[in-house]
């Protein structure tokens, strides 16, 4: 027998409509995660909740799936997300001494937010140009040969907000 023949219904009857049913609801999962993220800047519990309700999913559905994704966040997100690079070629260039100056700067670590909100720090694999390395991303705008200079610079920004 074909793939192409298989009658999911026929086979399974009334399983296969709430399968269908389930897979469609899941579809639509993330399309609104990505919106939540995208207006809240992560993903709120209490709005997960509301979610889960409206969609008749388990919460831990929810989170299962989100969970899965880079993309979505569980707490809030700082105005400027930086992420330094620790790709090879970045961090032969010094970008570790970028990350420590951030972190000493701001008095938080790799992946975390300060209290107000103005800053999300985190380290990235390689964004695919190591030639200006090396490289920082702001809110994912390429900042190359982050010097001193471009650091400090980088530091006011985030200061002033
Ligand atoms: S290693 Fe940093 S951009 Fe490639």
Known sequence: MEIE????DENIGEVGRVLREHERRRGILIHVLQEIEENNGYLPEGVLRRLSRKLDLPLAEIYSVASFYKMFHFTPRGRKVVKVCLGTACYVRGSKKVLTALEDEFG??????????????????CVGCCGLAPVTTVNDEVIGETG????????RSIKKG
């Open 148 to 155: 001193t200079k471009k650091l400090e610079a980088l530091v």
């Open 5 to 8: 023949e298989i009658d999911v």
């Open 108 to 125: 938080i670590k790799s992946g975390e937010t300060t209290e107000d909100l103005a800053l999300t720090l985190e380290t990235v694999g």
